[in-house]
């Protein structure tokens, strides 16, 4: 089975500049999230999805950052401009559900893509 | 959270050796914990989960260890192997927000 798909793996950009990234979960996952993580950081949330509904954004720049799920199920991050400081890695996960449910269906465990790694000069 | 900027925790190790990494942990109201482990260039992956009723989990080659009292946990892996070489991070959950928050990683290097 296919993990979590993010495309594209390595993105260039000059400042002002729009980027988006894609992602593709695991099939039958119906949460989905879109962390940042800056170099040598640990991930931070960016916004999580309950199917198409954007149920935890508060960490989103909302004034250059939007996210979008259609249909619920993959998933598009947009930055508009890109500033210097939007350089990094842009993680999605997915898991089954919310939460982390009981420790035998362990429901919530999260399942990374590899990255999309974002440089703006 | 907390940074430590380009600087994180570096621990090496010789193959074959037990690793110990520490972490320590901000929210005593958490209920749950998990130990990611990253490879260069790739997303992070589940290793092993503690839940606050228990004080120690085992797996296979790893250990998760944890201290309520002092707001601690710690991942012991046993036999240490090259592969294991990588950023290790905590992270817990917050039932309040239901957020998964990580914590700052540690570099795991294992000399040959």
């Known amino acids: 089975e296919a993990g979590v798909v993010q495309s594209p793996r390595y993105k260039i950009i000059e400042k002002k500049q729009p980027v988006a990234f894609w992602c593709n979960p695991i099939?039958?996952?119906?949460?989905l999230y879109w962390y940042r993580q800056n170099l040598g950081q640990g991930p931070e949330l960016l916004i999580r999805?309950?199917?198409?509904?954007?149920?935890?954004d508060s960490q989103l720049p909302k004034d250059r950052f939007s996210a979008e799920r259609l249909k619920g199920v993959d998933s598009t991050l947009k930055i508009q401009p890109a500033e210097l400081g939007d350089s990094a890695v842009y993680l999605c996960?997915?898991?089954?559900?919310?939460?982390?449910?009981?420790?035998?269906?362990?429901?919530?465990?999260?399942?990374f893509g590899e990255g999309s790694r974002l440089t703006v000069l | 959270g907390e940074s430590v900027g380009l600087h994180l925790p570096t621990l090496s190790v010789q193959e074959g050796d037990n690793s110990i990494i520490n972490c320590a942990y901000s929210?005593?109201?958490?209920?749950?914990f998990i130990w990611y482990k990253q490879e260069s260039g790739k997303g992070p992956q589940f290793i092993i989960d503690i839940r606050s009723n228990m004080d120690k989990r085992q797996g296979q080659r790893v250990t998760v260890l944890l201290n309520k009292t002092v707001k601690h946990l710690s991942l012991q892996i046993a036999a240490t192997q090259p592969g294991d070489s990588a950023v290790y991070f905590c992270?817990?959950?917050?039932?309040?927000?239901?957020?998964?928050?990580f914590g700052a990683g540690t570099i795991l290097r294992v000399k040959s």
């Open positions: 992270a817990e959950f917050m039932e309040y927000g239901n957020k998964l928050v």
């Open positions: 929210n005593s109201a958490s209920d749950y």
């Open positions: 996960a997915s898991s089954l559900g919310p939460g982390f449910g009981t420790s035998l269906t362990r429901t919530g465990e999260l399942f």
């Open positions: 099939s039958g996952h119906n949460t």
């Open positions: 999805y309950e199917n198409e509904e954007a149920v935890d």
